[in-house]
């Protein structure tokens, strides 16, 4: 309760905890933003708790250790899973929820590499109580309630290629990494990973098969919906330029990894990882314009 600060700092600093595991605030419930808290222990009634429990599993006990209240998804939270939204590129969330006008929940400094204001960064991911995003060198998951980091994973030069130039990057390469059914999926080089998404535990690779002619490819787009991944092998021979330039010698990469095209398509089943079939085009297939949807893809 408010007014006993002092003496739990004391105690806690006893213990050698206070300031490197823990800090304390003295303040009323009612001065607490919402969403932040992912345990509560209290002997009070879980309704004055309501409004500062995390969505997606933020925990209220008893001193006892007994479990009052475990908070669920919020009524109308929308998700966004793929680079455009989903893997039907709608641009939509399905978010009902969220109306103006906004404000900061939480703010955090990050060390994190990510692309200029002018690369055309992939987006970042949200996805049950969770924010992922991929930056030049690694991925961060954070909680989306509170910042608190849950993982990183070490990815050297996982999004170098979209630092090649302005006004292209994400826009035309596209997914370099997706989530469904509670897995995230990073590719790089000829495999895809598979995490969990919750935890950052690595679960399964995937390899890209070979062209038809036996060479080796590199996996450009990714999206995975209803049990299957769909990815395709990039165009190495088509090279978009920037609309600004060929990059510089002192801040960008030259373009000659900025592809944007797949000129081979195919899908593995998730559960199985088995390659289920492959399809070559007369050409090549514009990135961003891949869609899944109803069973097809598009």
Partial sequence: SKG???SVRRNLDAAGI??????????????????FANLIISQEEPER???????????????????VQRRGALEGAGE??????????????????VKGPLGMLWYDDENQRTIDRHGKHPAPLAYRGM??????????????????????????????AYMEGTQVGGAHIGNPYCVADDVLYIRMDDWCRAYNVYTGEELKT???????????????????????IIGGLMNEDYVIRANHGNGGPQNQKPMEDHLTETKYLFAFDVKS??????????????????????????
Wanted: glycine share 14%; net charge negative; with cysteine.
């Fill in 131 to 160: 924010l992922l995003r991929l930056g030049i060198h690694s991925l961060v998951a954070r909680d989306a309630y509170n910042g608190v980091i849950h993982y990183e994973i070490p990815l050297p030069g996982v999004l170098e």
């Fill in 273 to 298: 990882g088995e390659l289920i079939w492959s399809y070559q085009p007369e050409q090549s297939i514009r990135n961003n314009t891949l869609a899944m949807g109803d069973g097809m893809v598009y």
């Fill in 80 to 97: 966004w899973t793929h680079n455009y939204g989903n893997p039907g590129n709608t641009l939509y969330s399905g978010d009902t929820l």
């Fill in 18 to 35: 206070y300031g490197v595991r823990c800090a304390v605030l003295d303040a009323e419930i009612e001065d607490l933003p919402d969403y």
């Fill in 49 to 67: 708790f309501g409004r500062v429990l995390r969505p997606f599993g933020g925990t209220l006990c008893k001193p006892s250790g007994v479990v």
């Fill in 4 to 6: 006993d600060g002092d």
């Fill in 206 to 228: 995937f390899r890209a098969p070979a062209m038809p002619g036996g060479q080796k490819g590199r996996w450009g787009h990714l999206a995975c919906k209803d049990g299957v």
